[in-house]
């Protein structure tokens, strides 16, 4: 039976570029001297940290020096790293999305914190109601620790927030010294012209964290991510590093590949997924009786798709999944798990094919769990 894996946020398999990294490898591993029999060190392989330091100056037109970023295991030991370093006792709030990421959410709850969600429109966290939450919080004597935010291409709606909500945040945050952690993981999956600067390199009077990922341009596989931030804060995040440093030889062999493909690489993966996101909403379309979403995603990877009311959510999970159809169940978005009428779609991995044919099973799926009312 054919499979649809249409649940996780994973880049297009068909444009990893096996072959040109294995001869990177082949250039550069001899050339690295003794790099690979010492710790990587906190901060890790200064030629990638140049690297990314060039990545975000080209998007995001400011500089970004090397110094100020340390190479993580994927993004999502730099986002943990952050409840490490400012929740000090259980219970310690931590402002978020209502959805966010739940790779986030996990890692979060398990580290103690208190999750309070803020709701979010198209543009997404609406500030009226994190100025409220502040507020409130404030009254009971309790102050966050920190705001974390996906202000562009949020997962799991796919949201990018305009700049003047951008500066609506950053004034918020700083009048109440609050930090903001910008997990910025899906800045370059870009399918129409639509740049928001990141919060990074805006004005801002209390702390910033930046986050990003290679995982979506590249490929979770190679788990490299980084964070950025000035000092001293960087080196206070970095004293609850306990790994050693991220691996030298992943760094030296994606930096070897991507000091000459990187934007090539990029403009070459976003043509294809592109091309993948179109044909999802199409087919999304061809079903209007079951689907509607919440809007469409100028870059990201996925569709935050609502179900039309009356739909057994239970049902329709074991019915998908007896089809070979993975999706993401809205509730492993929500801050506090509750049971959403959403679904999130990723549409990176899959074919063309699988689109085509497995959308309609799903939109069969949705209708056959309809509950008669
Ligand atoms: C918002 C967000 N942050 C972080 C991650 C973690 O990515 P990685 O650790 O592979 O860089 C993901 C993965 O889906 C994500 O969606």
Redo the contacts with the bound molecule.
């Keep these: 039976m054919n499979s649809f894996p249409f649940g996780s946020?994973r880049p297009d398999p068909e444009s990893f570029p096996n072959r040109g990294l294995a001869e990177a490898a082949m250039r550069i591993l001899p050339e690295l001297g003794d790099e690979l029999a010492l710790y990587p060190g906190n901060l890790g392989f200064e030629p990638m940290r140049r690297l990314m330091s060039q990545r975000f100056e080209k998007r995001e037109g400011v500089p970004l020096p090397p110094e100020q970023i340390a190479l993580t295991t994927?993004?999502?030991q730099a986002?943990t790293l952050m409840a490490q370093a400012f929740v000090d006792s259980p219970g310690d709030v931590i402002l978020m999305e209502e959805f966010s990421?739940s790779?986030?959410i996990g890692a979060y709850k398990q580290e103690g914190a208190e999750l309070v969600g803020i709701p979010l429109d198209e543009n997404g966290m609406r500030m009226d109601a994190l100025e409220k939450t502040i507020d409130e919080l404030g009254n009971a004597g309790r102050k966050p620790k920190f705001i974390y935010a996906?202000v562009t291409y949020q997962?799991p709606t796919g949201s990018i927030m305009p700049i003047d909500r951008r500066l609506d945040l950053l004034d918020i945050a700083g009048r109440h010294q609050i930090p903001v952690v910008e997990?910025h993981?899906y800045a370059d999956t870009v399918y129409e012209d639509c740049h928001e600067p990141a919060l990074y390199t805006l004005e801002h009077e209390c702390p910033v964290v930046h986050i990003e990922?290679l995982?979506k341009i590249l490929g979770?596989g190679v788990r490299m991510?980084y964070l950025a931030a000035p000092q001293p804060l960087l080196n206070e995040i970095l004293k609850f590093r306990r790994d050693g440093g991220a691996s030298t030889l992943s760094a030296a062999i994606v930096y070897e590949y991507f000091r000459e493909q990187l934007w090539d690489h990029v403009g070459n993966i976003n043509t294809i997924v592109k091309e993948k996101r179109d044909l999802m909403f199409h087919m999304l379309a061809d079903s209007p009786d079951v689907f509607e979403w919440f809007s469409k995603p100028k870059g990201g990877l996925f569709i935050w798709v609502k179900l039309t009311d009356g739909v057994d959510r239970s049902a329709l999970s074991s019915l998908a999944e007896s089809r070979n159809i993975d999706y993401a169940s809205g509730s492993a978005f929500h801050v506090r798990g509750e049971d959403v009428p959403f679904i999130r779609l990723a549409f990176g991995y899959s074919s063309l094919d699988q689109i085509r044919e497995g959308i309609p099973l799903l939109a069969d799926c949705v209708r056959q769990c309809r509950i008669a009312s």
Excluded: A, E
């Design positions: 946020g994927g993004s999502m986002v990421y790779g986030t996906l997962n997990d993981c990922s995982s979770p991510g």
